[in-house]
């Protein structure tokens, strides 16, 4: 899985590279403009997109110095390139003043130093290299109004790293911010690409690596607000074989918990998708009542039959509890049942969260459980009106209080364990915004944690899977006319075809 790094984090492994492993900084700065010169030119080439003349507005720090890079590169591969020093030509740092004396003395008909931005008007393509990852602050006049007059061009317009304006580590942008159609992400992804308003200014995320050893990388994608983003290998890698003589129980039973009067379907939607994802045996506990609508290979009792519900708890390889639940004392006493006798791993979704929550069991458990709260689930059981700063620190801050693994439902999932594990998921989009995805990812993890897949990773996969899922349907279908089912539905081929599962 690829890194995904805070600002301070970058920092860490740039340094570590210079002192311990002896690269100098001018050769970082050198390899991470070529690199994103020629990852630019591969997108533009393989668009179609005319990039004859080329904008760079450049900084005083290292991100300029990368685009003063990125300036020369492409003038060298054909295009007419002017560059804007923003910031003037005192108070660069000693590898960005560097590379300006270099471009000085290249200068030609096909690199020129533009004296005034409005020459740039009529670029192909714009790239901005002002500010980088080490912005804390909105950008300050002239730079503010600057960028507000180039978003307004027709450019095509590349961020070298970060868009300036938006905060490398929580995804928050300050006002006048760049908007970009391509990120060029400098050895790393960074936090603020992928939260909040990343997505919308940072366009299309592309990462080059320059020299930093992966290890050390990698190494700091465990430290304090920082995680790596889930591929497909990561699932390929750890998803459970059926041995040849296997039989249902080998991956059974998955004891799905839920509906009520207004929502009886919501508990089946979960155990047809345990079912799908791989478990031999499922089981739903329902009210009293409920309509028989799922698939006839789903048993159901009555959660209401405390007996037979006690049996099953005790037989589970794994349990969950929430979908549909409601939110009546019979719920919360079935949540507080459960949390107190089940021995095996427990997954609690919607309604189960809140009883948690009510019933004081957020911080105390008998198993290792799973907590899948959306936005506003994880407003009450928290009581953050929002969530402050970086996300994922957030995520691995209330993972370690209530000693479970969880999946913090967003734009991206964030998933994060007490150790301080914690991925980003990287599948996914808009068509998850319908009613019973939740339910769908709360019974994946299930059917995983019942066919042995410890939770951190059963929770990984499932949102992985979920989210690949959803985008398969959306890119055959539309993102809009997606439900829930639909991701279910998607699952068989999905595996066979994509994961060779």
Not at 156 to 167: H, K, M, Q, S
Request: glycine share 12%; with cysteine.
């Amino acid at each position: 899985m690829k890194p995904v790094l805070t600002s301070a984090a970058m920092r860490s492994a740039d340094q570590f590279t210079i002192d311990e492993i002896g690269v100098p900084a001018f050769a970082l700065m050198e390899s991470a403009g070529r690199a994103a010169a020629a990852s630019i030119l591969d997108h533009l080439r393989a668009s179609a997109r005319p990039h004859h003349a080329v904008g760079v507005l450049c900084g005083k720090g290292n991100n300029g110095g990368d685009g003063l890079v990125v300036a020369r590169e492409l003038a060298e591969a054909g295009c007419r390139v002017r560059v804007f020093m923003a910031a003037g030509r005192e108070g660069l740092t000693e590898e960005a003043a560097r590379n300006l004396g270099i471009v000085e003395r290249l200068a030609s008909a096909s690199l020129l130093l533009a004296g005034d931005v409005e020459t740039m008007a009529d670029s192909d393509v714009l790239i901005d290299a002002l500010l980088g990852t080490g912005q804390k602050s909105a950008p300050r006049e002239p730079m503010a109004s600057l960028i507000e007059r180039v978003n307004g061009w027709p450019a095509f317009r590349v961020a070298l790293d970060i868009p300036t304006g938006l905060d490398a580590d929580t995804g928050r942008s300050w006002g006048s911010t760049f908007r970009a159609d391509l990120t060029v992400a400098i050895a790393a992804l960074k936090i603020g690409h992928l939260v909040h308003d990343g997505p919308a200014y940072s366009g299309k995320t592309t990462t080059v690596s320059i020299g930093i050893p992966g290890a050390a990388l990698a190494r700091q994608a465990a430290s304090d607000g920082c995680g790596f983003l889930s591929d497909d290998q990561f699932v390929r890698d750890r998803y459970p074989t059926r041995r040849r003589r296997a039989h249902k129980y080998d991956s059974g039973p998955a004891l799905v918990i839920g509906g009520s009067a207004a929502y009886p379907g919501a508990p089946i939607l979960a155990a047809t998708a345990a079912a799908r994802i791989g478990s031999g045996y499922v089981l739903a506990a329902l009210p009293a009542g409920a309509p028989a609508s799922g698939p006839t290979e789903i048993p159901t009792i009555e959660h209401g039959d405390n007996e037979a519900l006690s049996a099953w708890i005790t037989r589970a390889k794994a349990i969950l509890i929430g979908p549909g639940l409601g939110r009546s004392d019979h719920a919360r006493a079935l949540t507080r049942q459960v949390a107190e006798s089940a021995a095996c791993p427990l997954v609690v979704d919607a309604d189960g969260l809140r009883a948690l929550a009510d019933e004081g069991l957020l911080e105390t458990s008998n198993q290792p459980r799973i907590l899948t709260p959306h936005g506003g689930e994880f407003s009450y059981m928290t009581g953050l009106d929002v969530i402050p700063g970086n996300p994922v620190a957030v995520a691995r801050t209330w993972s370690n209080k209530w000693n479970a693994v969880l999946i913090l439902k967003g734009a991206p999932t964030i998933i994060a364990e007490p150790s301080g594990r914690a991925v980003l998921c990287g599948t996914g989009g808009p068509a998850l915004a319908t009613a019973g995805t939740g339910d769908v990812l709360a019974g994946l993890c299930t059917g995983l944690l019942a066919m042995g897949l410890p939770p951190f990773e059963a929770a990984v996969a499932a949102t992985h899977l979920g989210g690949a899922a959803s985008d398969a349907y959306a890119d055959h279908h539309g993102r809009l006319s997606m439900m829930a089912s639909d991701i279910v539905r998607q699952l068989p081929r999905l595996l066979a075809r994509r994961f060779l599962l």
